[in-house]
């Protein structure tokens, strides 16, 4: 950034191998905002036989977990620190408002704050073999070198999902963040060289996923690779993974249903879940994989459940995410902003009623970012490409039950599984519902919510590791069966 070196490789800052650079575009006014180095192939495998070299001999699984622990708390600490920084950076490279980021930020900070304690309080696991003589023991080791592989809507907090319980395990890495949106990354790292991470422990390449991916992914050097992004990147990954057996987690997209019951008036629940739905879909302007962007209503009040949505997702403020008036941003590059457009004409083409949105804002102000209007399409079909595919923009669709049957089988209706959400007042009902749907995370009466302490993933195609909680963590470790016998004698097994 600004001429100074931003790939780190082996404990070292530099520029790429081949002097290349990339212009890091502010979404909200369409203008460069950063130069950054990009990485070339060579960087890229010097990253993982740096990773390498850091396991191989020890320096980092090799440290005490109480140190590795009081290394995560101090990066907490420092992303504290300069929790403004950070955040004014993710918002100049993602768009989103200043706000979000800040959430963001205090995300990032409790997940190091839990995997620093985590740690520091696993145990080995005692088996009983039956025999006095064995002590036989599963022990949790670190896997090794590992490649974390980030997307762009949210930039450091999706790194950090990875590079926290890594760090915590006792995994050496390289960390590759979208090209879009590296900023934070980059700052990122330059604090976990302060906190003290080891030469060689984190290594930080960036650039385009098509040029690294084969450097950073088909390497034997690597024993696992941990990736958040889409549908079509994931499959190219976890083919080429497997010519070396390498151990995948993909954490890939969704097309989250949110599924609305006709009692939610019963108990005063309507606003609320008007909000929620609102919410759920256009916050970051639907850049989100767990975006609500299938609202699933039921009939008896779809007609007013949709006039109340209408009439709030027109008065969405937006604007510049450090405005502090914006109330969410622009998509995050010209080129999205396209694809999202595509799918607009698509659900027109396929008869869907475009009730809101669908255009770009009027605002000369806003003329030179990306922004798009938050749109909503009523009287969808499940058969429908706007209902089945992720648009990763700010568009809600529209589906309609009459039965908690055709409810459910709706909501079920994806090749995805990540997230979905249920309203009803009646207890009993949701938790049929919750229980019956095919989902990572479902929220019954709220939307969007998660924890450092519970697990984030996907049924179906949306992935098939875990991330965040104990399993986030187990990602990370090998498990050791070690079988100590204190007593030898003979087996007596070959009598000869
Ligand atoms: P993407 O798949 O285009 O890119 C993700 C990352 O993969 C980027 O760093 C990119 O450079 C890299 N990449 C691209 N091709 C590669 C290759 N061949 N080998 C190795 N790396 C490669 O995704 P995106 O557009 O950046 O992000 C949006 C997607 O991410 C959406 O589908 C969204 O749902 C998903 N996502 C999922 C979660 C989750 O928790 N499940 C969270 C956030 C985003």
Redesign the pocket.
Known sequence: MDGEPDLYIGGVWRHASDGGTRDIVNPARGKVAAVVDEATPEDARAAVAAARTAFDDGRWPGTPVTERAALLDRVADLLQRDKEELAALETVDTGKTLAESRIDIDDVTSVFRYYAKLIGAESDRVVDVGDPAVVSRVVREPIGVCVL??????PLL?MSWKVAPALAAGATMVA????VTPLTTIAFVRLLVEAGVPPGVVNLVQG???TL?AA??DNPAVDFIS?????A?GR??ARTAAEHVTKVAL????KNPHIVFADVTAGGDWDAAVDHVLTGVFLHSGQV?SAGTRLIVEESVADDFVAALVARAGKIRMGDGLDPASETGPLVSEQHRAKVESFVQLGISEGAQLVCGGRRPDEPALADGYFFLPTIFDRCERSMRIVQE?T?GPILTVERFTTEDEAIALGNDTEYG?AAGVRTSDPARGERVVRALRHGTVWLNDFGYYTAAAE?G?FGR??NGRELGPTGLAEYQELKHIWHNTAPTAAGWFKG
């Open positions: 592989i980030a997307p762009w809507n949210y999706q590759k963040p979208s090209e385009s996923g098509a991916g950073l992914t990736f958040t992004g889409g549908l990147t190219v990954i954490e890939l997209g969704g994989c992720e990763f990540l984030w996907g949306s992935g």
